[in-house]
T-cell receptor
Framework: LAKTTQPISMDSYEGQEVNITCSHNNIATNDYITWYQQFPSQGPRFIIQ???TKVTNEVASLFIPADRKSSTLSLPRVSLSDTAVYYC??????????????FGRGTQLTVWP | NAGVTQTPKFRVLKTGQSMTLLCAQDMNHEYMYWYRQDPGMGLRLIHYSVGEGTTAKGEVPDGYNVSRLKKQNFLLGLESAAPSQTSVYFC???????????FGQGTRLTVV
């Protein structure tokens, strides 16, 4: 699995757009990029996945540059309820990494009034 | 549709006691996981399974054992609990080649 690096914490205010960038310099050709969100006292939940370019759903957008060595999760107009930990995962099920799912420490996003 | 269910939700153990945490999923998922979460440490993978009858070690397997006798169940055992195993434990499951995993509600374990 490719190692990922993301900021430990970020702060924002309600109504602002938040961009969380994840670095994954060793990403392999077949690796997908996946983001999860975790609220306090809950398990993480999947929010978005992409392979290249841009993916958008009702929750967030995921931007992936051509070299795929990084990705940016974009949350439009955040609210207090977006306060959570966000995890970036990179990988693909194959060979010795089959089935593994490592989360790391994630990015604590705090949204202020 | 219950999804992933963990039993129990809370437990207090004395040092040296043993216990088993049960995870059950009703989505017919091949892969199942046990994680622990400590303050400021994110989620750390303890053990995982890619199918019935198979298990593998994750990042922090010491002090834990697991079994996957049935596809829908994944058991996490603590043979001799230690205070360092005080944590919140999460179980998860997913299908192969799909990185969307579904998590249980967590088990808060305190070892005194």
């Amino acid at each position: 699995l490719a190692k990922t690096t993301q900021p430990i914490s970020m702060d924002s205010y309600e109504g602002q757009e938040v961009n969380i960038t994840c670095s994954h310099n060793n990403i392999a050709t077949n690796d997908y990029i996946t983001w999860y969100q975790q609220f306090p006292s809950q398990g993480p939940r999947f929010i978005i996945q992409g392979y290249k370019t841009k993916v958008t759903n009702e929750v967030a957008s995921l931007f992936i540059p051509a070299d795929r060595k990084s990705s940016t999760l974009s949350l439009p107009r955040v609210s207090l309820s977006d306060t959570a930990v966000y995890y970036c995962l990179v990988g693909y099920d194959r060979g010795s990494t089959l089935g593994r799912l490592y989360f790391g420490r994630g990015t604590q996003l705090t949204v202020w009034p | 549709n219950a999804g992933v269910t963990q039993t129990p939700k809370f437990r207090v153990l004395k040092t040296g006691q043993s216990m088993t945490l049960l995870c059950a999923q009703d989505m017919n998922h091949e892969y199942m996981y046990w994680y622990r979460q400590d303050p400021g440490m994110g989620l750390r993978l303890i053990h995982y399974s890619v199918g019935e009858g198979t298990t593998a070690k994750g990042e922090v397997p010491d002090g834990y054992n697991v079994s996957r006798l049935k596809k829908q169940n994944f058991l996490l055992g603590l043979e001799s609990a230690a205070p360092s195993q005080t944590s919140v434990y999460f179980c998860a499951s997913r299908s192969p080649l799909n990185t969307e995993a579904f998590f249980g509600q967590g088990t808060r374990l305190t070892v005194v």
